[in-house]
């Protein structure tokens, strides 16, 4: 069967395979992000200033930034359609229970980073997979068109982003106001 697939690619075969090749090369792009942030302080920025990321801790942001790549994939197949929303929430939820017994310092900056990773990752694969996630996200693709009929990608990425950043924001939110109403 395997030398068959080998010797003899048909069309579905090839497509396959550009499309492992594609996930392939979009985790090893979230990695090497995920890495950057986590590096930054190596950098020498003027940043360090201002903020610490040397008390960052990587693993974390690593674990939890991989939400975001699981729900690009999800999202682009269209196995999420109508539960895309419960599926956030749930990851959410997770993340800041996780967030909250496991990271006691610097809470604001992991919420995030890990926010910037979900919506920057997930976004980044539905821009690498854009035809599959047109033809399983019509009336989302329209919607977007009516906003950047020019750039619908650039559009994608930065609104992911942004909503990755909110979402970082909120966990913060609840983890800060847990904290306050347990003292």
């Known amino acids: 069967m395997l030398i068959e697939f080998l010797a003899f690619p048909s069309e579905n075969s090839i497509w396959l395979l550009t499309s492992i090749i594609e996930v392939v090369e979009s985790l090893v792009i979230s990695v090497k992000f995920n890495l950057l942030i986590i590096l930054m302080p190596n950098l020498n920025l003027k940043a360090n200033n201002y903020m610490n990321f040397t008390k960052l801790n990587p693993n974390i942001i690593l674990k939890t930034g991989f939400f975001g790549v699981f729900m690009g994939i999800v999202s682009v197949w269209g196995w999420s359609k109508s539960y895309e929303t419960l599926f956030w929430i749930g990851i959410g939820l997770t993340t800041t229970i996780y967030l909250k017994y496991h990271v006691k310092n610097h809470i604001f900056l992991h919420c995030v ?67 306050i109403i347990k003292s």
Do not use: A
Request: charge should be neutral; glycine fraction near 8%.
């Open 113 to 179: 980073i890990i926010g910037l990773s979900w919506g920057f990752d997930c976004t980044l694969i539905q821009v690498i997979f854009f035809d599959i996630y047109t033809s399983n996200h019509p009336t989302f693709i329209s919607e977007i068109l009516n906003f950047s009929p020019n750039y619908p990608k650039i559009f994608l990425i930065l609104t992911g982003t942004l909503f990755g950043l909110i979402g970082g924001m909120i966990i913060f939110s609840i983890i800060k106001l847990s904290r």
